[in-house]
């Protein structure tokens, strides 16, 4: 019969496993990221070649819910779809197919949000959240291989390898545990204890996703500050919820095991969440072009800010956005009606993306309720292209 270990020995190993993940973790990021300092220049164009989608997505580190938003008001910049506002909500007719001016990641955001097998009208109304999300899903992955490994790394076996060296010694502490408590070690017990540490890290997991875009909401609802105000809704309650249901989950997995087992559950979720974000780093040549976006932005930010936050405000209908918009939403120097879409279109992603496990978004078929999600009505307006506006019945 297999000895079984104290539990202060299999603690100490794996809170020692998981503190050395974390130190590997953070000189990871610092390698990666340690870049030269460069000698600032007024830039008056953006890089060649780089979209506001792409500006986006390397400024957010591979994020690509921003560079989602980017894509669709440059679409509007370039007279390819119309965004029209109306009491907060926002809808969004195709006037006519790509060309080949348009960027490729930009082109296959077009088509998925407005496929042409779905005929000549289509709408979204918030029910049916594959529908956004898949959008997303098919731009990532445009986006990622134009990107990567090009401009971005993922270092993805960086982090499996953290991964699995930090949950080493997990299954020898809960066994230390349960062969100390007076149960008997059944099939059954383990197997409820991993139900609370799957529910518990899954939460989590989803929480950790929610609470930016609801805290960003917060923010501009504070006094001073200079983004546009963000009204909450009920489904910013979720990540309250989401963060209460972790507690539930883990302190009743803390009850069945430990405290110290619950808290190292906790802790592992929240540094391999939080890590995976970190080490998506820009390669030699991505930092180049973010510094030659950086040099952009200060020129954006000093000369047409405050113009382009003042575009469209108080406007209740069809949205006009120019190129230079595209990119000061894409840089987050923009305060108006851009980002205002912007943010709620994040929202509407991240709460999509939040109950997707696999760190990348996928399509979620489940209905949830209208109030989660931004309520954009998708319509192709065939008309504007020279098409009838009806098919024959």
């Known amino acids: 019969m297999m000895n079984s270990p104290s539990i202060s020995e299999a603690s100490f190993f794996a809170w020692g496993a998981l503190g050395t993940v974390s130190c590997y973790y953070i000189v990871l990021v610092i390698a990666l990221r340690w870049d030269v300092h460069h000698v600032q220049m007024t830039r008056y164009e953006p890089p060649a070649g780089i979209s506001p989608s792409m500006a986006a997505y390397l400024n957010q580190s591979g994020e690509c819910e921003r560079a989602f938003a980017a894509g669709i008001i440059s679409l509007a910049a370039r007279g390819f779809v119309r965004i029209e506002a109306s009491e907060g909500q926002f809808r969004l007719e195709k006037i006519r197919d790509a060309d080949r001016s348009v960027p490729h990641e930009e082109t296959a955001l077009l088509s998925a949000l407005f496929p042409r097998n779905d005929g000549d009208d289509c709408e979204f109304t918030g029910t049916d959240p594959g529908r956004l999300e898949q959008a997303l899903h098919d731009f990532q992955e445009a986006i990622d291989n134009l990107a990567c490994p090009d401009l971005l790394s993922p270092h993805t076996t960086y982090w499996i390898m953290g991964v699995i060296y930090s949950v080493a010694y997990v299954p020898l502490l809960a066994w230390a545990i349960l062969s100390a408590s007076r149960a008997s070690l059944s099939i059954a017990a383990l197997l409820y204890s991993c139900i609370w540490i799957v529910l518990g890290a899954g939460c989590l997991i989803a929480a950790l996703r929610l609470w930016p875009a609801t805290l960003r909401k917060i923010m501009s609802l504070l006094p001073g500050t200079n983004r546009p105000r963000a009204p909450l809704k009920y489904g910013d309650a979720n990540p309250v ?43 030699r040549k991505g930092k180049q072009v973010l510094s030659e976006l950086q040099d952009f932005k200060e020129f954006l930010a000093r000369t047409e800010a405050d113009r382009l936050s003042r575009e469209n405000q108080g406007q209740e209908s069809s949205l006009n956005f120019e190129e230079l918009s595209a990119y000061a939403v894409a840089l987050e120097i923009e305060r108006g009606m851009g980002e205002q879409f912007t943010t709620e279109l994040i929202q509407a992603l991240e709460f999509d993306h939040a109950y997707s496990f696999d760190f990348a978004p996928s399509r979620l078929d489940a209905g949830v309720t209208e109030d989660h999600f931004l309520g954009l009505n998708l319509r192709d307006d065939p008309e504007s292209a020279g098409k009838s506006t009806r098919k024959s019945r």
């Open 241 to 283: 919820f989401l963060t209460v249901s972790a507690l539930f989950g883990l302190t009743l997995l803390a009850s069945q095991t430990s405290g110290d087992f619950a808290c190292l559950i906790a802790a592992i979720v929240v540094i391999s969440t939080t890590s995976r974000h970190l080490l998506e780093v820009p390669t």
